[in-house]
């Protein structure tokens, strides 16, 4: 939904950005702000066709070609997967990774002289590829589409990590069922599920910090569905038996809590 990026907190950290870029800009590297997530699918096609229009017309039309049976689906991915199901429906996964595998090699060939625009553009091909194969693994059940997911975004993280050398750092902001390490929670206890929180402390170790929020009251925007309009709702107090209540109860409006000291 356009709305959880469309409002003046997300405006004021780009602005914010803008200036730190500004001030740092013959000393450091630039700061960027990157989706991991795996939701865009057709944003992310037309971002690869609008690439190689710039630079590569015939290769668009090959890709045009290849992402043509994913164009009936495209405003409702999720049916494809539904559809990837019934007999006489093509799969589209085969010319996803044949376009996918020609970005990145794309990629190698002009390591260096591409720039942030074909880093974007090779990052927009794997989403695709991941989204195909997302919206196929939705109708099994289990834990396949999450942690494919997340994994997605995992991988997404390290490929922006590596484009912006050994010593890049990164802040990702997403819910807690993806930054706690999903290890010592029922997600992964009894679900076999992972997330981002838990792939992070696996390669980094404890140079990954994985932070929580929580509340006892409040506001928040949300939606009743997906895509629909944004609404503002009251938040339940918390559980008389919570860390959140327990946190309340300080009385201190808004801390850290450092639980690895």
């Known amino acids: 939904p356009s709305w959880m990026w469309r409002n003046t907190d997300v405006a004021a950290f780009v602005e914010w950005l803008r200036k730190h870029n500004d001030k740092v800009k013959a000393l450091q590297p630039q700061a960027g702000l990157y989706g991991l ?19 590569d017309p015939e290769a668009a039309r090959v890709a045009r070609e290849r ?17 990837a199901l019934t007999k006489g429906y093509r799969e589209c996964e085969e010319a996803v990774l044949e376009q996918c595998r020609d ?13 942030e625009e074909l880093f974007d553009a090779a990052q927009n091909a794997r989403l695709v590829a991941s989204a195909e194969q997302y919206y196929r693994v939705m109708y099994y059940g289990g834990p396949h589409s999450w942690n494919l997911r997340d994994t997605h975004m995992f991988e997404t993280l390290g490929h922006v990590l590596d484009a ?12 807690n069922s993806h930054i706690g390490d999903a290890r010592y929670t029922e997600m992964g206890i009894s679900r076999e599920e992972v997330n981002i929180g838990q792939l992070c402390r696996q390669r980094f170790g404890d140079a990954a910090a994985l ?22 709702k009251s938040v339940r107090p918390s559980r008389e038996d919570s860390y959140e209540r327990l946190c309340h109860e300080a009385g201190i409006d808004r801390f850290l809590l450092d639980l690895a000291r």
């Open 164 to 175: 912006h050398g050994p010593n890049a750092k990164a802040v990702v902001w997403a819910h």
């Open 211 to 232: 932070i929580g929020f929580g509340t006892h009251t409040g506001t928040v925007a949300a939606a009743n569905d997906w895509d629909g309009e944004m609404e503002i």
């Open 103 to 115: 970005m990145l090699a794309r990629q190698l060939d002009h390591a260096g002289r591409g720039g």
């Open 37 to 55: 997530d795996i939701y865009n699918m057709r944003g992310s096609i037309a971002a690869v066709l609008e690439y190689l229009d710039r630079v």
């Open 67 to 83: 992402y043509g049976c994913l164009t009936p689906w495209q405003t409702e991915p999720s049916t494809y997967g539904r559809a």
